[in-house]
């Protein structure tokens, strides 16, 4: 089925006879400026940087969790819900900005969003217990997750079709160097000074940011109209269901999944208000979300590559420092350093990316990203538990350079197909998917995580066992030479060899994730050839 027909389809689907909501209106042709005015494009400067902002603040918290848990006198279990509150509050708000945009205004909405996440970001620096923190990151999350997709939407109405491979770009490199600088600035901020500067940071950057929108970016106006049978009953059902999904993710691996009491009763909320939800959507004459916008097959494919790539960007981020923290015992800033390299070739591949997205076919281009990913994740499954800076230099070289030739075509490729009046909502939910990627990617790396730890502990255990010769002799050569420092030496000798065991079992483990990534990305290719070669939509297409 066409998309055109796929569309039509959609909309000859039956609406409620006591829905009162007004049919829109055709709407009228979008007019691109022939040149961008200073004025907006400073603006539109400080929305990107507010994007990087609420990006950011994922990772640059994630890496010096010990320490605010230490702050926080928490438990290990305890403390993951200061990520887990702002992951869950992110992706209820991303695809209910594009409705907001169009109520309140891109201008009004950004500002106060990034109001909000500066004023939130100020209360966690000053909480004192667990509870008000986990509260406070939750609205942060919220408030600041409107700044992602209203950034996307708005430099799809701001630039030509001509001129959006150089946005993309910058939009890609955002998206994509936040989460990996992340760690390093963490780090950084923690040993320096403390851990609450990495709310503080936030404070003076939100407050000009916001005064920078205000003033110079008033690109549309409120619609008052779509308050008239404003969806209540589809807000509390997304609320319901893309809530009960990331806290499923979030805490089923830690929980044993549906072993856990609360898991297997969120599933079943998730299943439940999903099917509501997306009832309510696909019926319902003006839908807080509108699912429409996956009529376009380009759009559909689009935010299945997004989800792949949400997978590999925050699956990447979050294996590595745990391999470096866990078997090269790197602390936060050291980690950080080591990871700085992914970020570096970012930057160096942007303008070749944006510079082939002009001239290349957009499929061929992210094909090739694609495939670099994966090849970056293979090279970097042979990782020993001696592989430090210059070893794993070069699949993280890999990686930051393909990441910026998968997120350029993909944007242009999801998104630039779409008429204006379609780009507020249609970005939310492209934003989305690559959140849910790193939701699901997350969790499946987490199960894996542990089955096979366990998997590659009891085969080492068999070979490497008192049993053995070699192992005796090993023992009693360690033994030996403890001998003359500890009292016990032979247990010292099997405690040495126990690490040891323990050490090696991660480092295969984290192999192994590694390769599964890598499959799920090469994996990915089979949905390429059923992407349609774009026709940038364009104002004369009306």
């Not at 201008?107 to 000053?126: D, E, K, P, Q």
């Not at 919220?142 to 939407?153: E, K, Q, S």
């Not at 320096?192 to 106006?221: E, Q, R």
């Not at 807000?235 to 856990?260: N, Q, T, Y």
């Amino acid at each position: 089925m066409s998309s055109k027909a796929s569309a039509a389809t959609l909309d000859r689907l039956p609406r409620p006879a006591n829905d009162t909501a007004p049919r829109q209106q055709p709407p009228a042709a979008h007019v691109y400026p022939a040149k961008l005015s200073r004025r907006h494009l400073l603006g539109y400067l400080a929305m990107i940087f507010g994007m990087f902002m609420a990006i950011l603040d994922i990772q640059i918290v994630s890496s010096s969790i010990s320490e605010i848990q230490a702050g926080l006198s928490a438990s290990a279990d305890e403390i993951a819900w200061v990520q887990t509150s702002y992951l869950i509050a992110e992706v209820i708000m991303i695809p209910l900005s594009g409705y907001l945009s169009r109520l309140l205004s891109t201008r009004v909405l950004f500002v106060m969003s990034a109001l909000g996440f500066t004023m939130m970001s100020i209360l966690c620096a000053t909480a004192s217990s667990l509870d008000t923190m986990i509260a406070y990151r939750a609205l942060q999350g919220f408030l600041g997750g409107a700044m992602i997709p209203t950034v996307v939407a708005t430099s799809y109405l701001l630039f030509a079709p001509q001129k959006r491979a150089g946005i993309s770009v910058v939009i890609g490199l955002v998206a994509t160097f936040a989460p990996t600088i992340g760690p390093t600035l963490g780090g950084y901020l923690t040993q320096a000074i403390s851990w609450h500067w990495l709310f503080l940071i936030n404070v003076g950057p939100g407050v000009l940011i916001a005064a920078a929108v205000w003033s110079l970016l008033d690109i549309d106006k409120p619609d008052w109209h779509l308050l008239k049978g404003f969806d209540s009953a589809g807000i509390v059902l997304m609320a319901a269901f893309l809530g009960s999904v990331e806290f499923v993710m979030e805490e089923g691996p830690r929980k044993d999944w549906l072993s856990d009491d609360y898991i297997a009763i969120f599933s079943v909320v998730a299943v439940v208000a999903g099917l509501g939800f997306f009832a309510r959507a696909l019926n319902y004459r003006n839908p807080i979300v509108d699912l429409r916008a996956y009529a376009d097959r380009n759009f559909a494919l689009g935010s299945l590559f997004s989800f792949v790539i949400g997978v590999g960007l925050y699956g990447s981020v979050y294996i590595m420092p745990l391999f470096l923290g866990r078997v090269r015992g790197y602390d936060s800033l050291e980690i950080g350093l080591t990871m700085i390299v992914t970020g570096g070739f970012q930057f160096l591949a942007a303008p070749f990316a944006g510079f082939l997205a002009r001239r290349i076919d957009l499929r061929i281009l992210l094909g090739f990203g694609i495939v670099l990913f994966g090849t970056g994740l293979l090279l970097n499954a042979t990782m020993t538990s001696q592989s430090a800076f210059w070893d794993l230099f070069v699949p993280q070289a890999v990686r930051g350079v393909s990441l910026m030739f998968c997120f350029v075509p993909i944007n242009l490729l999801s998104l630039g197909t779409l008429p204006p009046e379609k780009l507020k909502n249609a970005a939310g939910l492209y934003n989305l998917m690559r959140n849910l990627g790193g939701a699901f990617g997350l969790a499946g790396i987490n199960t894996l995580l542990i089955e096979r730890m366990a998997l590659h502990v009891s085969r080492l255990s068999d070979r490497v066992n008192s049993g053995s010769l070699q192992v005796q002799a090993w023992l009693d050569a360690v033994s030996a030479k403890l001998g003359a420092t500890l009292p016990d030496s032979d247990a010292a000798a099997l405690k040495l060899l126990h690490n040891i065991v323990q050490r090696e079992a991660q480092v295969l483990m984290f192999n192994d994730l590694l390769l599964v990534m890598a499959a799920i990305f090469f994996a990915a290719l089979a949905a390429l050839p059923f992407v349609h070669k774009p026709k940038m939509f364009s104002a004369e297409a009306h």
